[in-house]
């Protein structure tokens, strides 16, 4: 009897030992798995994130060259990839050179034919104006024969010295014509010469500025940098190689990668806390590893809509970007953390360890075996933490969550569970 009492008992305290031992290690892993953090003291920062795009603050646009409308559109054959660094002289854009070309061969075709045909009026010129010049020698000895002639005829009748005054007149009258007829052939003839040289003039200055077009469908780069290419209004997509182009279009944009700015857009709440000159963090979005620091260059006057069909109303923010880096480039989307103030020497907690009842604070302060439900006081909070103006002291680990989430849980669990 006795033996089987003593059997009863060493199972039952075997049963609690393997109860205990459960209990404590399911307690111990319940404990690993919560996340706590550490109550410290140092410099609070009050801080804003906004998600902005890079930019350069100084950009050159390479437009469309301005061509004269015989040559037609402008159709693209070449063009740099969107993004692609450039060094200066490198091509950038070739545009269809078949009209410009044909312009060229028409131009010359022009020209040489008008050469010709000048030589020609020349030579004929020449030709007629010997011969004019001939007849008038011809009109002028016979002017001199008749006038010798009206000299000597001192003894001759009344009708023959009448005669031979009206010859005499009649050849100073031939004279006369004859001259005026070589001076006013010569007159036509400049005349001719100005108009056929002026089109060959015409022809000449079409053919240089075919040359000059011609150039121009060869479009290079003057400074190095990242080609960005502009979006075709047309087809809502970036321009590539067959888009018609139109004289002037900005096509092409070269920034100056040594001076960056990033524009973010503050909403109309926390607009008024910005300023001028603030520190700011700036990390890529594709480089989340890399931080880089600016300033607030600029802030607006004038609010703007957030998004084309948006009725929020935001203020464009521009951060200067102190460094300079190869993966700081035109487009990219970064996250800035615009510093607005700092407290020195406070005690702050993580924003998931604080939780609130009506309008109260409290905390889950770790402690031997358990958790202490801590009442506190908070002050300022930012996107990551909150001051402690009371309750706890620097090197308290507390809670980041609620430790017994699961077994509320589950409380409220059961009644439902009864119900069913």
Same mark, same amino acid.
């Given at each position: 009897?006795?033996?089987?009492?003593?059997?009863?008992?060493?199972?039952?305290?075997?049963?609690?030992?393997?109860?205990?031992?459960?209990?404590?290690?399911?307690?111990?892993?319940?404990?690993?798995?919560?996340?706590?953090?550490?109550?410290?003291?140092?410099?609070?920062?009050?801080?804003?994130?906004?998600?902005?795009?890079?930019?350069?603050?100084?950009?050159?646009?390479?437009?469309?060259?301005?061509?004269?409308?015989?040559?037609?559109?402008?159709?693209?054959?070449?063009?740099?990839?969107?993004?692609?660094?450039?060094?200066?002289?490198?091509?950038?854009?070739?545009?269809?050179?078949?009209?410009?070309?044909?312009?060229?061969?028409?131009?010359?075709?022009?020209?040489? *034919?008008?050469?010709?045909?000048?030589?020609?009026?020349?030579?004929? &010129?020449?030709? /007629? @104006?010997?011969? #004019? =010049? !001939?007849?008038?020698?011809?009109?002028?000895?016979?002017?001199?024969?008749?006038?010798?002639?009206?000299?000597?005829?001192?003894?001759?009748?009344?009708?023959?010295?009448?005669?031979?005054?009206?010859?005499?007149?009649?050849?100073?009258?031939?004279?006369?014509?004859?001259?005026?007829?070589?001076?006013?052939?010569?007159?036509?003839?400049?005349?001719?010469?100005?108009?056929?040289?002026?089109?060959?003039?015409?022809?000449?200055?079409?053919?240089?500025?075919a040359y000059e077009t011609l150039e121009k469908l060869y479009v290079t780069t003057p400074s190095p940098?990242?080609?960005?290419?502009?979006?075709?209004?047309?087809?809502?997509?970036?321009?590539? *190689?067959?888009?018609?182009?139109?004289?002037?279009?900005?096509?092409? &944009?070269?920034? /100056? @990668?040594?001076? #960056? =700015? !990033?524009?973010?857009?503050?909403?109309?709440?926390?607009?008024?806390?910005?300023?001028?000159?603030?520190?700011?963090?700036?990390?890529?979005?594709?480089?989340?590893?890399?931080?880089?620091?600016?300033?607030?260059?600029?802030?607006?006057?004038?609010?703007?809509?957030?998004?084309?069909?948006?009725?929020?109303?935001?203020?464009?923010?521009?951060?200067?970007?102190?460094?300079?880096?190869?993966?700081?480039?035109?487009?990219?989307?970064?996250?800035?953390?615009?510093?607005?103030?700092?407290?020195?020497?406070?005690?702050?907690?993580?924003?998931?360890?604080?939780?609130t009842e009506g309008d109260k604070s409290f905390v889950y302060r770790k402690a031997v075996g358990g958790?202490?439900?801590?009442m506190v006081e908070t002050g300022q909070a930012n996107a990551d933490y909150v001051i402690i103006t009371?309750?706890?002291?620097?090197?308290?680990?507390?809670?980041?969550?609620?430790?017994?989430?699961?077994?509320?849980?589950?409380?409220?669990?059961?009644?439902?569970?009864?119900?069913?």
């Open positions: 009897m006795k033996r089987n009492e003593s059997m009863g008992k060493a199972k039952y305290l075997l049963s609690l030992g393997l109860i205990l031992a459960l209990s404590t290690a399911c307690g111990k892993k319940e404990t690993e798995q919560v996340p706590v953090g550490t109550v410290q003291r140092g410099v609070f920062y009050l801080d804003l994130y906004e998600e902005g795009e890079i930019e350069a603050i100084r950009s050159m646009n390479i437009n469309v060259p301005m061509i004269s409308w015989r040559y037609g559109n402008l159709k693209i054959t070449e063009l740099v990839k969107d993004g692609q660094e450039v060094k200066a002289g490198d091509t950038l854009i070739v545009f269809d050179p078949s009209e410009v070309q044909k312009g060229i061969v028409e131009a010359e075709g022009r020209v040489e *034919i008008n050469r010709a045909e000048l030589e020609k009026i020349l030579a004929q &010129q020449q030709s /007629d @104006l010997e011969e #004019l =010049k !001939a007849d008038y020698e011809v009109t002028r000895i016979s002017q001199e024969i008749s006038k010798i002639q009206f000299e000597s005829a001192a003894y001759e009748s009344e009708i023959k010295k009448k005669e031979i005054r009206l010859t005499l007149e009649k050849a100073d009258i031939s004279l006369e014509r004859a001259k005026e007829q070589i001076e006013n052939r010569i007159k036509i003839q400049k005349e001719e010469v100005k108009q056929k040289k002026l089109s060959i003039a015409q022809d000449e200055a079409r053919l240089q500025e940098g990242i080609a960005i290419l502009s979006h075709n209004w047309s087809t809502g997509n970036k321009f590539q *190689i067959g888009d018609q182009c139109w004289p002037g279009f900005p096509l092409i &944009q070269l920034p /100056d @990668l040594s001076r #960056l =700015k !990033a524009t973010v857009k503050i909403n109309e709440v926390d607009i008024s806390k910005i300023t001028k000159g603030m520190r700011v963090e700036i990390k890529p979005d594709a480089f989340s590893d890399s931080i880089f620091t600016g300033e607030v260059m600029s802030v607006a006057n004038l609010a703007v809509s957030k998004d084309e069909n948006s009725k929020i109303k935001v203020f464009p923010v521009e951060v200067l970007i102190h460094e300079s880096n190869e993966n700081l480039l035109p487009g990219l989307t970064v996250s800035c953390r615009i510093i607005v103030d700092k407290i020195d020497d406070v005690l702050f907690v993580p924003l998931d360890a604080v939780h958790y202490d439900r801590v009371d309750g706890l002291k620097e090197g308290d680990q507390v809670v980041l969550g609620n430790p017994y989430a699961e077994e509320e849980d589950e409380k409220k669990e059961k009644p439902l569970a009864h119900e069913q």
